[in-house]
Every structure is written in C-alpha cells, then in structure tokens.
C-alpha cells in the first residue's frame, strides 16, 4: 500500500502521509506552503496532536487517581492511519487504539482525519469517538508549519479579533505565571527571532478564530480556527518556518492537577459519542 495519498484539483495539490496522518504537501502550482522539514532545525511538518497537545504536568496522565506516563503532544503523529474512504481531492485516515496505547492512555478510541482539497482552501478535521464504556478525557490539536521564502522578520501574525495579545512564558515544557503582553498592538504581531529563544508563545482564552500570515503586510495564508480559543506560534531561530498551531487546551501549568478530569479545557468525552474538532488554510 502507498503510504502517501495524494489530492489534487485544477490549481492546488497536498500529499498526505499516512505515518501520522501529516500533511507533507500544500502547493499551489510550484508554490510550497507547507515546511519541507531540516534536521537542522525540525524534521515535522504538520504533526497531528492527540490524546495531548502540548505536555501534562511532570508528562503524566492521572485518571481515577491511576498515574500512566504520558509523552508530550501524545503519541498519534507515531502511529500509521489506515483509508477509511477516498476521493479525488479529499480523504479520510483513522486510527484506533492498541497494546501501546493503552499502557499510557487507558481507553478503547476512533481518531479519524479528514482532509478536503478545495481552490484555495484545505478544510481538516479531526474526529475522536469513544469506543470504550467510560469517559474518556484529552486534548488535541494541530501543529502546521509553514514555509517562509523571504527573511523570517519580513513576517508578522494577525490576530483577527484580538486587540491586545498576551503569551505565557513556558517554564520547561509547561507553563509558568508569567506573561509576555503585546498591548494595543490591534492583534498585529510582526515576527521576531527574539520571540522564540525559549520556546513558543501561547496565547490563551483569545478571541480570533483566524489568525493570518501577512508578507510585508500582506496576506499570504489564513487559519480559520472556529473550535479554538488557544492557539500557538513556534519556530527555531534561524529557520524560515512559523509554526500556527490551534489547540483545543494549552499547556498545564506548573501547578495544574494531576487529574486529568480536573484539568482546564480538557474534552470529557462520553461512551458511544463523538468529538470533532475543525480547522482550515485559506490561501491567499
């Protein structure tokens, strides 16, 4: 079986692998939009996040008071997806549990993504279905990066409801109780290595379901984001690639609780039910 797919239509084309269920390719015509990957730098390009995106505090998940370790942004962007259904310019991949899994995520699951090539658009959604006969909780989310051709601080990010922008700092892999404010900036970030030395910023609870990647001031891409409050940007200085990254939960904290039901934005999901969580890339 080819373990890429791909979607094509009269101007665009994406190749999807099914080793994580990561986009490798957005063009238009020759055009990439997505990062081709760098030892150097970062070998991902879109990986697909679940059953955490970002990490729990101390990497471990704690469910009815029963510890399992648990690896940041989780373990579904190291396990290969199968075709559920195909098209000429759509597919849909799932995965479902294993041996594996289940030592550090106790719970029988569905995990089905779909991608959906139109002009100038890729719709992506990602579908989580309970199979198992309790609750089940997680996060998950997506972590795209896109190409730069041009110096990486000819860029900025807009924020498309957002006047004010605030980002806490990482401590390690999760969050500190301190902030970096981009006050009165009508949601216009221009990019800055400098931003990066860390880690990532993550902004939290913002108001912008699209955020967009401007080049000199113009816009080159969106992301519609409509079932996210939590988004992040990362990249390593010196690489021209930004990281926009719509998360349905960020971060723990420091000091969040260990119990993973006690968690902010965790997604409690009930036997039998479905959870589905949306993003796109509009192309300008």
């Known amino acids: 079986m080819d373990s890429q797919i791909i979607l094509k239509n009269k101007n665009y084309s994406a190749c999807i692998s099914l080793m994580g269920a990561q986009m490798m390719s957005l063009k238009k015509g020759e055009r990439e939009y997505i990062w081709q990957g760098d030892e150097k730098y970062w070998a991902g390009r879109t990986p697909v996040l679940f059953p955490v995106a970002g990490a729990f505090r101390d990497e471990i998940y704690v469910v009815n008071g029963e510890k399992y370790p648990f690896p940041k942004h989780g373990f579904i962007k190291n396990k290969l997806f199968t075709i559920f259904s195909k098209t000429e310019n759509s597919v849909t ?73 605030v980002s806490c700092n990482l401590e390690g892999k999760v969050l500190g109780k301190t902030t970096r404010d981009f006050l009165n900036c ?12 860390v880690d990532a910023l993550v902004f939290r609870h913002i108001n912008s379901h699209e955020v967009s990647l401007l080049h000199n001031g113009k816009v080159e891409l969106t992301v519609e984001c409509p079932d996210s409050n939590n988004l992040l940007l990362w990249t390593k200085p010196g690489a021209k690639y930004i990281c926009i990254e719509p998360w349905v939960k960020s971060p723990d904290f420091v000091d969040s609780e260990y119990e993973v039901s006690l968690k902010e934005d965790i997604v409690s ?3 039998s039910s479905c959870y589905i969580f949306n993003h796109s890339i509009r192309i300008n």
């Not at 992506?124 to 997680?138: L, Q, W």
């Not at 009508?186 to 030395?197: I, M």
């Open 186 to 197: 009508n949601g216009l970030l221009p990019l800055k290595y400098d931003y990066f030395s």
């Open 269 to 271: 999901l009930e036997p």
């Open 93 to 165: 991949l799932v995965r479902k549990e294993d041996e594996e899994t289940l030592k550090t995520f106790p719970f029988k699951f569905s995990f089905y993504v779909t991608f959906i090539l139109k002009e100038g658009l890729m719709e992506i959604a990602y579908k989580v279905v309970n199979e198992d006969t309790k609750t089940m909780y997680f996060s998950t989310g997506a972590h795209e990066g896109y190409a730069l051709e041009d110096d990486f601080e000819n860029y900025s990010i807009l924020f498309k409801d957002d006047k004010d922008l």
